[in-house]
């Protein structure tokens, strides 16, 4: 190998010893552009984490901004909640009061339209002490009876028919049966006591005789 001449000294060469060297100061400069952009790219990192920062500042006070909302909201929801559950029981306790109130008195209308007939039967009682015209109490007697007819059937009070009907369990309770030519099996041949209708309800059946 030529070497200029040279001879190599022992051990380590000359060329050996400047490669050595410049690979070193290569290495070296090879470390210190790769350290130089670490700290760019620090410096630079570091530049943006003051945006990063307000980002963050700006999602925390959204949120909190969200919470406040929400929690204003359920305090109004509540607050709501209990003025409904106050009018409610406020409504419960009337609507209570007042179908007490009605039980107490719902035959109040009906015992003040009775008034005239217990008046008129009260005078009746009083008339039939003196009188000996039994002719003329009879016939008042029945004006009284009619009268009362009249107001209950203002109620909805109306009697069952009954003789010539065919019988109804519904309608009608047999306590006899009897032979009859007159009628057709299973018919109403003699009411023993009136049975009425309040509105379109069977209050109180016919008591009768049905024929077989």
Do not use: C
């Not at 943006?48 to 305090?75: F, G, M, R």
């Not at 709501?80 to 009061?97: G, I, P, S, V, W």
């Not at 015209?133 to 009249?150: A, P, R």
Request: aromatic share 8%; glycine share 4%.
């Amino acid at each position: 190998m030529n070497w200029g001449g040279k001879t190599p000294p022992s051990g380590q060469t000359e060329w050996e010893t400047k490669n050595t060297q410049e690979s070193k100061e290569n290495l070296t400069d090879t470390v210190e552009e790769i350290l130089s952009e670490a700290v760019q790219e620090e410096e630079v990192g570091n530049e943006s984490s003051p945006e990063q920062d307000v980002s963050l500042e700006e999602k925390i006070l959204t949120l909190q901004a969200e919470l406040d909302q929400t929690k204003n909201q359920a305090e109004e929801y509540y607050t709501h909640l209990q003025r409904l559950q106050a009018e409610f029981d406020n409504y419960r306790k009337r609507t209570q009061k007042e179908k007490e109130d009605f039980a107490k008195y719902a035959s109040e209308r009906v015992v003040e339209g009775l008034l005239p007939v217990l008046d008129n039967f009260e005078r009746a009682v009083e008339a039939s002490k003196t009188t000996q015209d039994m002719k003329s109490f009879s016939q008042g007697v029945e004006m009284i009876f009619k009268q009362l007819q009249g107001i209950l059937a203002k109620e909805g009070l109306a009697a069952i028919e009954a003789v010539g009907q065919p019988f109804d369990p519904n309608l009608h309770e047999a306590v006899l049966q009897v032979d009859s030519e007159d009628y057709p099996e299973s018919t109403v041949v003699e009411e023993l006591q009136k049975g009425y209708y309040l509105k379109e309800k069977v209050i109180r059946p016919s008591m009768v005789k049905v024929s077989r």
